[in-house]
């Protein structure tokens, strides 16, 4: 019995004895691994070239992605908006031309626009004083637009008529933004630029028109195509859109209209953020005209359906 018990103690010291000893043989082994494996990433950052001199491998950098060139429309179009955000006032002469190739005919208005832009709200006032048809003379011819940040008010002196147009509903206006006296009549009169050209894109495809013999040299030109889903998809199938580079603001638009006719406004002897006189957007109706036509804005009627 006590030769068993002697043999098996033995056993178990031996047992404990070999794993010391190998658990011993590997710590000392771990830091020459460890040495030998920081040697080789060492041998792999450092080279040698010559004696007592050493060089380091350069660093591998992540490539930067390439930036798109910006185009000439992009270009164009971004000094467009920057300018037309300081409109304040800006009043001009107007050259209004109407071809109407079906009839073969064609009449030249002209005339003089002014407007106003302040916080909340614009004002527009158009006068078309003259009119010259085919080649006859010119004659004095007076038609009048103003809008007044809700109506458009037309009238019209040969016929002693008054038409009013609503183009905004005033409950939903926003206060600080207001609805602009250019967009809200763009869909009646082909003006577009004057306030901003972030929607341009949306709603036109765009394309820079090389210069004619006899334009102007400090003028951009680009023919702008309605989209198919486009805000003016039921009036205009394209404007050419003529913009002054010294002032970055429009001087032409001819506009091709779903109907075949041309229409051309030019901007001439423009005067920007300068007084305007007082009470230039009174409306003064006169004597005797009657209200032919008042529209009121189509309003979406909410009904639940039960």
């Given amino acids: 019995m006590n030769i068993n018990k002697t043999l098996k103690t033995l056993f178990i010291i031996f047992l404990l004895t070999a794993v010391c000893m190998a658990q011993g043989c590997d710590k000392k082994k771990q830091p020459a691994e460890k040495a030998d494996s920081q040697a080789n990433a060492e041998k792999k950052v450092v080279k040698t070239t010559q004696p007592g001199k050493t060089e380091q491998t350069p660093k591998v950098q992540a490539e930067k992605p390439e930036s798109k060139p910006i185009s000439e429309i992009?270009?164009?179009?971004?000094?467009?908006?920057?300018?037309?955000?300081?409109?304040?006032t800006y009043q001009c002469q107007l050259l209004h031309l109407v071809e109407q190739p079906l009839f073969e005919s064609q009449s030249l208005r002209t005339g003089k626009m002014c407007y106003l832009r302040k916080k909340g709200s614009s004002r527009l006032r158009v006068d078309l004083e003259t009119i010259k048809v085919d080649d006859e003379p010119i004659r004095d011819e007076l038609q009048q637009f103003f809008f007044n940040g809700h109506w458009l008010t037309v009238i019209d002196h040969p016929l002693k008529q008054i038409k009013k147009y609503e183009l905004v509903d005033p409950n939903k206006v926003d206060p600080d933004k207001g609805n602009d006296a250019f967009d809200l009549i763009s869909e009646h009169m082909p003006i577009v630029g004057f306030t901003g050209t972030d929607k341009l894109k949306q709603e036109f495809d765009i394309s820079l028109v090389e210069p004619?013999?006899?334009?102007?040299?400090?003028?951009?030109?680009?023919?702008?195509?309605?989209?198919?889903?486009?805000?003016?998809?039921?009036?205009?199938?394209?404007?050419?859109?003529?913009?002054?580079?010294?002032?970055?603001?429009?001087?032409?638009?001819?506009?091709?209209?779903?109907?075949?006719d041309i229409y051309g406004i030019s901007f001439v002897k423009a005067k920007l953020n300068e007084k305007l006189p007082d009470g230039i957007f009174n409306i003064e109706l006169p004597k005797g005209f009657t209200l032919a036509e008042q529209v009121p804005l189509k309003r979406n009627s909410n009904k639940n359906n039960k």
Avoid: C, G, H, Q
Wanted: no cysteine; charged share 35%; glycine share 0%.
């Fill in 74 to 88: 992009d270009k164009i179009l971004a000094k467009l908006n920057a300018m037309s955000k300081t409109i304040e």
């Fill in 212 to 260: 004619r013999d006899d334009d102007p040299n400090d003028v951009a030109i680009l023919n702008m195509k309605v989209k198919k889903d486009s805000l003016y998809k039921d009036n205009w199938v394209s404007i050419e859109f003529t913009v002054d580079k010294k002032l970055w603001l429009p001087v032409k638009m001819v506009t091709l209209s779903t109907e075949e």
